[in-house]
Structure formats: structure tokens, C-alpha cells
């Protein structure tokens, strides 16, 4: 029988595509959604360049600083 994983490993996610669901300010921190390992997460996170994000965007997650994910604007 297969195992199945409740949560995705941090290689699943860093390079990954996300939206972002709630913008993210400059020098502050939103929110993102993404989909890893068949399932939807929500996360926070902060632009890597410090500047802001809009809702709706599309960003590539490059980092994780605990729970949060530093994403670049696509």
C-alpha cells in the first residue's frame, strides 16, 4: 500500500508557481496559494525584492523562511 503525504516537502514547493490571494506591501507580507505534492496550500509571504504585489498576481516561490514563502514577480 502507498504511503500518502499530508503536507509537501520543501523540493515540491521552492521554484514552484503561486497566486497571490492577498497582496503582499512592500517591505510587508501577504499571502500565497499554491499547489504541491496534490494538494492547495496558503501561506504567507513577503516579495523578495521588497516591493509590492498585487493580488491576483503570479509569483514564483524561490525561498521559505519557516512558514513564510519569499516569492519574486513573475
Do not use: N
Not at 499530508?6 to 499554491?34: F, K, N
Request: charged fraction near 20%; hydrophobic fraction near 45%; avoid cysteine.
Amino acid at each position: 500500500m502507498a504511503r500518502v503525504r499530508s503536507a509537501a516537502r520543501e523540493g515540491d514547493i521552492l521554484g514552484s508557481e503561486a497566486s497571490v490571494s492577498v497582496t503582499i506591501p512592500a517591505a510587508g507580507m501577504g499571502q500565497v496559494t499554491y499547489e504541491a505534492a496534490g494538494s492547495r496550500f496558503s501561506a504567507p509571504a513577503r516579495s523578495m525584492s521588497g516591493t509590492e504585489i498585487r493580488q491576483g498576481a503570479t509569483v514564483l516561490i524561490r525561498e521559505r523562511d519557516g512558514q513564510v514563502m519569499v516569492v519574486v514577480a513573475r
